[in-house]
């Protein structure tokens, strides 16, 4: 590796390397310093806002050191280097996730207390990092925080969107969305204004014969815009590993602003140019698992696809090896079909650029890349049409024909005497227009393909790729159960909970190797551990409590029973179900005795979650929640026995409060249609236990924790498609409490009626294409259970801390490893 520092002006750097703060001292004068001179702000107006910045700049100081070190290593150590690629990062805070991972998290708030602050309004004071929708983007901010703590060489490739998720307001029972801009003041990330690539878009292809008959394609025209770098340092826990996430911002081409319509005088529109470019990563798309085909999508994902792999071949390059070598020092995992670009990119660059021909270009591709697929929901399937891809990615689409062209003649010599075979398998739709489904080029051109829970695995190798598991063999598919980081997900959200384990465990090892927890199940009937682990949950509710009471007004008892149901609001995730189950409950209640009703179980029933905006029946289900809270919370006749509850703006930093508060969360989703699912399995680490159907990842929580310690219920995958048709040939009957609770809403009891008459229709008259009528009666019975399970707390918390200690798989410590071993081929790299 050559230095650009030639030895004897080496000594200076030798003495004045920067020194990272050890002690609570120092870190005062890094903070102090940091808010009299970066940010120009005085003990005279230094807010909880300054203070936060100057402890945030205090401590990105030390994560550079690390990050420097680490970068310099892993070039120098020159293994192979994993790449993932995902479109959401969706990394919450970063502040305390820091502290805690450098181990500094004590001597900072000792530090704070002195200058007056508390570390808890200090850590408050940060905008979450919201550059995703969901469970996807979460998984890979959990999969960089492993990666890094596990020492594995890994780098993440995203876009840096302007606006993350928007932020959710309730207004009059109605989401509203406001744009998040969240980069005002962002100290975690450094522009690398010497990283640029230029992207192509438009334009046309020429082809021609080289002096040897060799045929060159050129992509030619079209408008350049500018990919530019910005690198966010990611801390390993308690190693000095730190890697990087790069995410790509978009401008337009120093020759792209046009000096002709500047001089001309035509400055307005020479800025519209720019403001054009920007325009490709100023905003996140807020759809999670619906996909609309939009061309500035379609933009977003070559423009980062392409820089990227740019960035890769740019960082192999300077090692000088044969190009056969690419895939021994290179594996790249798409997340989801959203990268699926990267693969006749890699082509083009090979073919185009680098003059490999076809085989040699497919053979390396094609050992290179990983596809990870989130979903089976039809509506969720990336297709694009063609038309839109000639006019933007001329090249691209041939390659993809070629793609196509070299499979189906593969696939006509094995299956000869298949021929819906090939239609069924094709690349390309011959629908009106042609569609190229984008999962059958990522199935392609990939050496494995993974699903995310067993369940899901096994689902996607009978459904949607069945034909392609007869094609290639079963042995290129593979699954790996999604796992969560327990530094965020336990440590940090709940830090009362991680220092009782610790101190029965002997020390935080178990942050490491989540297996340990198993040890915690000798202290099941230690009367002291049980005493301190039901206070830490009483205290997390109080502590939500407060927050429902700040956001909503309405106050809550701590003692009820908190049933929580926080995630995307979706159709098939059945918030309706829940909410429905709730008016039932409540019709209950109005019926009762007021003997009867001293024996209800006081519950609170929480719900959270963003509806994409253009998603009307999920808004209508956020409009139904509201309006049934606003009756409910204010009839005197059930007071503190029921309480419904939408909580705003569910966000990262909101679920760190939300999670660890739990009773009962709720996991409903019909069966076969949440892919994974991974909050289920923050909530079980929390101290809660699930009512769930047997779904995702549920099952193998079931399997791990045991039957005795969950709340199943409804219809299985197996027995969907029959109930449907059931549905649709008027085989049914509705469920005569489901047509009770649509009777009151029907009436008005929660508002005009109008305006839920497309979600009743919906299960009524159109098929109940999520079986909610189906699982009603099996879910209500089951909420019945719960209220009595909860009613006997020594049984409830045996139960709860025994799946506690059986949640060990789930760490996204062990999923990593899996990924590295079955998919990657990677090692880590031991840290300098
Ligand atoms: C998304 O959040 C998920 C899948 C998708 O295809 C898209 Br688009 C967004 C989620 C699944 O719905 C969850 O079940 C899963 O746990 C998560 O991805 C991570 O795998």
New binding site residues.
């Given amino acids: 590796v050559e230095a650009s520092i030639p030895e004897p002006q080496r000594e200076a750097w030798k003495k004045f390397a920067p020194k990272p703060f050890q002690t609570a001292e120092e870190f005062e004068r890094e903070a102090i310093r940091h808010i009299e001179t970066t940010l120009a702000r005085s003990l005279y107006n230094c807010d909880e806002f300054a203070t936060y910045a100057g402890t945030a700049l205090a401590f990105r100081d030390r994560l550079i050191i690390d990050w420097n070190t680490t970068q310099q290593n892993h070039t120098f150590k020159d293994q192979k280097r994993v790449y993932y690629l995902s479109l959401e990062f969706l990394m919450g805070r970063t502040l305390d996730n820091a502290m805690l991972n450098v181990g500094l998290k004590n001597i900072a708030k000792e530090g704070l207390e002195s200058l007056g602050f508390r570390m808890e309004d200090i850590v408050a004071q940060e905008h979450d990092a919201a550059l995703g929708?969901?469970?996807?983007?979460r998984?890979a901010a959990c999969f960089l925080d492993s990666l890094a703590s596990l020492n594995y060489p890994a780098w993440g490739y995203g876009l840096r969107y302007r606006y993350g998720i928007f932020k959710q307001e309730i207004v009059d029972g109605y989401q509203v969305e406001v744009p998040d801009y969240w980069l005002d003041f962002n100290p975690w990330e450094f522009a690398r204004h010497d990283i640029k690539v230029d992207v192509q878009f438009y334009g046309s292809v020429r082809k021609y014969q080289d002096d040897d008959g060799k045929s060159i394609s050129v992509w030619e025209g079209g408008e350049i815009v500018q990919a530019l770098a910005f690198d966010v340092p990611i801390p390993g826990y308690q190693t000095a590993t730190t890697n990087n996430l790069r995410l790509w911002g978009s401008k337009a081409a120093s020759g792209e602003f046009d000096f002709q319509k500047f001089n001309s005088g035509d400055y307005e529109s020479s800025v519209a140019d720019q403001q054009r470019a920007e325009t490709i990563s100023a905003v996140l798309y807020p759809n999670?698992?619906?996909?609309r085909g939009k061309e500035l999508r379609l933009k977003q994902q070559y423009f980062w696809c392409a820089a990227s792999l740019y960035d890769i071949v740019r960082r192999f390059k300077k090692t000088h090896r044969s190009w056969t070598e690419f895939p021994n020092q290179v594996a790249i995992q798409l997340n989801?079909t959203h990268p699926t670009l990267a693969i006749p990119e890699l082509i083009r660059i090979l073919i185009d650029l680098e003059g490999l021909d076809w085989d040699q270009a497919w053979d390396i591709t094609s050992k290179t890349f990983g596809y990870t697929n989130?979903?089976v929901?039809p509506e969720?399937l990336e297709k694009w049409s063609v038309p839109l891809m000639q006019h933007l990615l001329p090249r691209h689409l041939q390659i993809i024909y070629d793609i196509n062209l070299q499979f189906l003649q593969y696939v006509e010599r094995t299956f000869p005497k298949d021929r819906d075979m090939l239609s069924r398998v094709s690349v390309i739709e011959e629908s009106n227009p042609k569609m190229v489904r984008m999962a059958y080029i990522a199935v392609i051109g990939s050496h494995k393909v993974n699903g995310?829970a067993e369940l899901h695995s096994d689902l996607i190798k009978t459904t949607i790729f069945k034909d392609f598991v007869a094609i290639f063999g079963p042995d290129k598919f593979t699954n790996v159960t999604?796992g969560i980081t327990p530094r965020r997900w336990l440590h940090q959200a709940n830090p009362r909970l991680s220092e009782l384990i610790a101190s029965k465990l002997g020390g935080y090892d178990f942050l490491k190797d989540l297996t340990m927890l198993h040890k915690l199940e000798a202290y099941v009937d230690d009367a002291a551990f049980r005493k301190e682990f039901q206070e830490i949950k009483y205290a997390n509710k109080v502590r939500l409590a407060k927050l429902i009471k700040d956001s909503t007004g309405v106050s809550v008892n701590p003692a009820s029973l908190f049933d929580i149901q926080v995630k995307?609001i979706h159709e098939y995730k059945r918030q309706q179900l829940n909410i429905f189950g709730c008016i039932h409950r409540y019709l209950q209640i109005k019926a009762m005795t007021p003997a009867a009703r001293k024996k209800v179980m006081p519950r609170v029933h929480i719900f959270g979650g963003k509806a994409a905006p253009g998603y009307w029946m999920a808004k209508t289900v956020i409009h139904l929640i509201n309006q049934v809270g606003k009756v409910i919370n204010s009839d005197p006749d059930v007071g503190d026995l029921m309480k419904v509850i939408f909580l705003e703006d569910y966000n990262v930093s909101k679920a760190e409060l939300i999670v660890p508060a739990s009773d009962i969360s709720e996991h409903i989703s019909t069966a076969g249609t949440?892919?994974?699912?991974?909050s289920n399995m923050k909530f079980v680490l929390n101290g809660g236990l699930i009512i769930g159907t047997c779904d995702?990842?549920n099952i193998e929580i079931t399997r791990e924790i045991g039957e005795a310690n969950i709340f199943l219920f409804g219809n299985l995958a197996e027995d969907v498609e029959d109930l449907r048709h059931a549905h649709l040939y008027g085989r049914y009957q509705l469920d005569p409490a489901l047509a009770t609770v649509f009777d009151a809403i029907k009436h008005g009891t929660f508002g005009d009626a109008s305006s839920f008459s497309a979600l009743v229709n919906g299960i009524v008259d159109h098929g109940d294409y999520y079986l909610v009528s189906d699982d009603f009666a099996s879910y209500c019975k089951t909420q019945e259970l719960i209220d009595e399970g909860y009613r006997n707390q020594e049984e409830w918390v045996t139960r709860a801390i025994t799946s506690v200690a059986r949640m060990g798989f789930f760490s996204s410590d062990r999923c990593i490893d899996e990924y590295a071993e079955m998919i990657w081929n990677v090692e880590p790299v031991v840290p300098e």
Avoid: F, K, M, Y
């Avoid at 999670?288 to 996909?291: A, Q, S």
């Avoid at 949440?674 to 991974?678: D, I, K, L, V, W």
């Fill in positions: 929708n969901g469970g996807l983007g998984l999670d698992n619906l996909e989801d989130h979903t929901l969720a995310v999604n995307r949440e892919a994974s699912g991974t995702g990842a």
